[in-house]
């Protein structure tokens, strides 16, 4: 089992992260003690207290990182997991990662600690109580062999569904696992993908479709290399009869990927984009992604109109939008006033 940095965050450091608020500075301080104390050799007495058993101060068994998307959680993760290495080997992988298992959560916990000192895992979610007990097992395995856990998510542990459906055990878990024993560190501010400049291959049109299409046409036959053409109505049915890790598969194989009139209409079109757009941000040989749309990205699913479940993934798929705006520039395709039609 190999799990390394994407390359996207291969050059990450702590040196390269700009911290833009109080908080992110201080999220910025506890990685760095993190790495520090994990890279500190113990002393003589220590060794000696451990060998005969004796209590100790320990480090907390890892970190919590949290905030809203585009504050550069992943940045510090990538940067926890490169300044460890290659003293620390360090398992890097996506949620998905590991909510795709087949096998028992502590099976698949086990097969780490026997590969990796140090797992980093990428964006937690909370859409799904079956997966949150799968990420509960993993915590608890790595915790018994004493493998620290670096993860990051958009929301706070007592926001996971499990304690919002009542699920008392659980409830009972996050409060002594996650608050107890991880320091939980909040990572606030604005999402710098949408107020810095950040480089972008792709690009998107935001208006009528009389006048996105022939932007998207034109950029069509300007590409070079395979591509593909797809309504969303084609890739919402991609999705659907096509296996995950098999569709993304079919489509790093293109060198440009054109999607006409995104729309969402409910929670399965919002999480079926999510899970391809993470992909194609993660993967090193994404395709060029371009797109139309009637309505901008921030107002395709706003957590501000759902409730309950629908809420969780609509704030889920903020990080989607925010990860669009760092795959593609995203334009009015026609602003009055403004000839330069882009968006901020």
């Known amino acids: 089992m190999t799990l390394t940095l994407p390359e996207r965050f291969r050059d990450a450091t702590f040196e ?3 911290p833009q608020t109080p908080s992110q500075a201080e999220a910025l301080r506890v990685a760095r003690a993190f790495v520090a104390e994990l890279r500190r050799t113990p002393s003589w007495a220590e060794r000696l207290r451990a060998l005969l058993g004796a209590a100790d101060e320990r480090l907390p068994q890892g970190l919590y990182l949290v905030g809203p998307a585009g504050t550069g959680k992943t940045h510090l993760l990538a940067a926890t997991c490169n300044a460890l290495m290659p003293e620390r080997a360090c398992a890097f992988l996506h949620s998905s990662t590991l909510f795709r298992q087949t096998e028992p959560p502590d099976a698949f916990a086990h097969r780490l600690a026997d590969q990796y000192a140090v797992c980093c895992l990428d964006e937690v979610e909370i859409d799904d109580p079956a997966n949150e007990m799968r990420l509960a097992g993993v915590m608890k395995t790595l915790a018994d062999r004493s493998v620290p856990l670096v ?41 710098y993908r949408r107020t810095r400049a950040v480089q972008q291959s792709g690009r998107g049109w935001i208006g009528p479709s009389e006048a996105t299409r022939p932007s998207m046409l034109q950029a069509e036959a300007d590409a070079s290399g395979p591509s593909r053409w797809w309504s969303f109505d084609d890739l919402r049915r991609a ?5 995950h890790t098999d569709l993304i598969s079919d489509l790093v194989a293109l060198d440009y990927l054109f999607v006409e009139n995104v729309a969402i209409a409910n929670t399965d079109d919002a999480f079926r984009l999510l899970r391809v757009v993470d992909a194609l941000y993660l993967h090193d040989e994404a395709p060029t992604l371009y797109f139309t749309a009637e309505q901008p990205p921030g107002e395709w699913f706003d957590p501000e109109q759902h409730a309950g479940i629908a809420r969780a993934v609509a704030e889920k798929f903020d990080r989607t939008v925010s990860r669009l705006h760092a795959l593609c520039e995203v334009h009015w395709a026609v602003r009055e006033g403004d000839s330069s039609g882009q968006m901020q």
């Open 16 to 18: 390269s992260y700009e």
């Open 151 to 191: 993860a990051t998510s958009n929301v706070e542990p007592e926001q996971y569904l499990s304690t919002q459906l009542g699920d008392g055990r659980m409830q009972r878990f996050l409060r002594r696992e996650v608050r107890e024993e991880y320091r939980v560190v909040g990572v606030r501010g604005d999402d």
């Open 239 to 243: 999705t659907t009869e096509t296996a």
